[in-house]
């Protein structure tokens, strides 16, 4: 990183911190770590590394890996990094290990979101090590279910079945939305690799445990009735079965709420209206078009560019159509 941009991440993670409660603590332990001045770590550093990891997080959600991605880089190098070399109690550094593991995970995500699918396997490698390291099975197991998310963005469906198999199997509690979490991915998976019987079984499997889930107090991993619907779209669709797939993104945004990730409001929109044209239904994909449209400026995303950048080829044969028309230009001087 170039000297003037690393200064404009820095100020911009700095202005990230002062976001947070306790602000003036937080920085001045980030300041210290910066210029070498900490050469010990307790359970505050701890919950400062954790505090910042989920603030990056909402910025991720809110406007995509290419603007939070490098701010979670400079965190890591500059401050996590050298809290992990620093002196500690044993079960405090096992705790900065497992902040850091997440912390890596997060950001191997961001990198996905960029389209920098080498980086974020190099992050979630290194994750995997420091949840091992320090026997953070829960950490773990994300990490792993996160891989395989990858590798169903690529289409690559064996290896997903792999990853999210191995994470149910390491996965440390019967809970049941951790449950219904991994089951969903699994089930995703499972109708990439083209096997039917199996993804409809860790469909029902998640429909299931987040009927449970949903009378108990507790989340984990954002998993929700929302995510369980995308998840039924994914396997639908990966199926044949179209109309079926856009019922259950339908519903997914029915379900939806406002903690829910802006980056996956565009990406599962576009998802539903490319499947509302591949049915024919010219005008209604249009309308899902629009509203992506409406809201893409904010995103940093190329998940969310690959999409936009689809909508003009997709709408080109269809240009006599005045609806279609208007959103194909839209879409062109989007992208």
């Known amino acids: 990183m170039n000297p003037s941009r690393r200064t404009i991440v820095n100020a911009a993670l700095f202005s990230t911190a002062l976001a947070l409660p306790d602000r003036d603590n937080i920085v001045g332990r980030m300041e210290s770590v910066r210029t070498g001045s900490a050469s ?9 590394v954790i505090a910042m990891t989920e603030r990056l997080s909402e ?7 290419r603007h939070a991605r490098p701010m979670a880089a400079a965190f890591l190098v500059n401050t996590v990094a050298p809290y992990l070399r620093a002196d500690a109690p044993e079960e405090v550094r096992k705790s900065m290990m497992s902040a850091a ?10 990198a996905v979101d960029e389209g920098l699918h ?38 690559h469906g064996v290896p997903a079945t792999r990853l999210a198999n191995a994470a ?11 449950k219904a979490f991994m089951a969903g991915q699994q089930a995703h998976s499972f109708a990439m690799a083209g096997e039917r019987a199996n993804a409809l079984r860790s469909l029902q499997e998640a429909e299931k445990a987040i009927s449970k889930a949903e009378s ?28 079926g797939s856009v019922a259950s993104l339908k519903l997914h945004f029915r379900l939806r709420d406002s903690t829910d990730s802006q980056v996956s409001a565009l990406r599962f929109g576009s998802m539903l209206a490319e499947r509302q044209l591949e049915m024919g239904h010219l005008e209604a994909a249009c309308k899902t078009w629009d509203h992506v449209l409406d809201q893409y400026p904010s ?24 609806t279609a028309q208007e959103t194909w230009e839209r879409a062109r001087q989007a992208a």
């Open 299 to 322: 995103m940093n995303s190329d998940r969310v560019d690959r999409h936009v950048r689809s909508i003009a080829p997709l709408l080109h044969p269809y240009r006599a159509n005045a």
């Open 216 to 243: 108990q107090a507790g989340t984990f991993g954002g998993y929700s009735p929302a995510t369980l619907a995308y998840h039924d779209a994914q396997v639908r669709y990966g199926l044949g079965d179209v109309p």
């Open 59 to 65: 910025l991720d959600d809110q406007f995509g890996g």
């Open 101 to 110: 593991a997440f912390h890596c995970y997060l950001t191997g995500w961001m």
């Open 40 to 48: 010990r770590f307790g359970s505050a550093e701890v919950d400062m």
């Open 168 to 178: 149910a199997a390491v996965s440390p509690s019967a809970e049941p939305r951790m």
């Open 118 to 155: 080498g980086l974020a396997q190099r992050y979630y490698v290194k994750g995997l090590e420091l949840a091992g390291a320090s026997a953070d099975r829960m950490t773990y197991c994300h990490i792993l279910r996160g891989m395989s998310g990858q590798a169903v963005d690529l289409g």
